[in-house]
């Protein structure tokens, strides 16, 4: 694993220095293999960043669009990380419907959804052995309490080793995630964490000894590139 912390100034340096990132994995995704694959991931803070991704020449054909975990509730809620990236970046640009692929949250129990989106990724990659695909690039934050997609601390969700999506839980409420391990397969994940409210978790996530299951970002430990790419805010005990 090859890991790079950066402390940016602000939140819209953070944001600069995240599209800078994408489009170089971008580019070199399309050049290597043909296409570029990520997943997204809710919250205020990547907002902006979809904000700035929409105003990209890019070629829309080649981009596949996923997302690391989903609240359990209809693509048109408030709630839904899909409508706020439709409504930041999606909707705005000229990408064939078939390059997006959200989450089913519409089915009988999150069980089957989480089942029918492993499925479907399968698919996707063509991938039916042990091996887990690789996207080229997850997005992640991290809140307060160190959790990341929707592995939260103490759930089921973090012991799932063995799938590419799983169930998780927050409060009781039932949400899809990526699991750690397929989340770890990744060619590149990349950490936005912005405000100050983060630091005390991140002291735990960067600590040389502490529990996984209680900051279950310390999980994220990716077979390529992990960038944690912090405001001052957030960054400021880290800041060498």
């Known amino acids: 694993m090859n890991k790079t912390v950066e402390v940016l100034p602000d939140q819209p340096a953070l944001v600069a220095r995240a599209l800078e990132l994408i489009l170089s994995k971008l580019e070199t995704a399309i050049e290597q293999r043909g296409r570029f694959t990520i997943a997204l991931s809710g919250g205020s803070t990547p907002k902006p960043l979809y904000e700035a991704i929409a105003t990209q020449k890019l070629p ?139 630091r005390p978790a991140l002291a735990q996530v960067f600590a040389p000894v502490a529990d996984d299951f209680t900051y279950p970002s310390r999980l994220i430990q990716p077979q390529g590139e992990l960038w944690w790419l912090l405001d001052a805010a957030a960054g400021l005990e880290l800041q060498h």
């Open 60 to 198: 829309w054909d080649k981009i596949h669009i996923f997302w690391g975990d989903e609240r359990y509730v209809p693509s048109d809620h408030p709630d839904s990380n899909e409508l706020m990236t439709r409504h930041a970046w999606l909707d705005r640009v000229d990408i064939p419907a078939a390059n997006i692929h959200p989450v089913p949250t519409l089915e009988a129990n999150p069980e089957l959804a989480a089942d029918k989106y492993e499925k479907h990724l399968k698919e996707f990659f063509n991938s039916s052995g042990v091996e887990f695909p690789a996207l080229d690039v997850v997005l992640l934050g991290m809140g307060d309490d160190a959790h990341t997609a929707s592995l939260f601390p103490h759930t089921e969700a973090l012991k799932v080793r063995d799938r590419l999506v799983t169930v998780g839980n927050k409060d009781g409420n039932p949400r899809i995630s990526f699991t750690y391990p397929f989340i770890n397969s990744a060619r590149s994940v990349i950490f936005l964490v912005a405000g100050a409210n983060k």
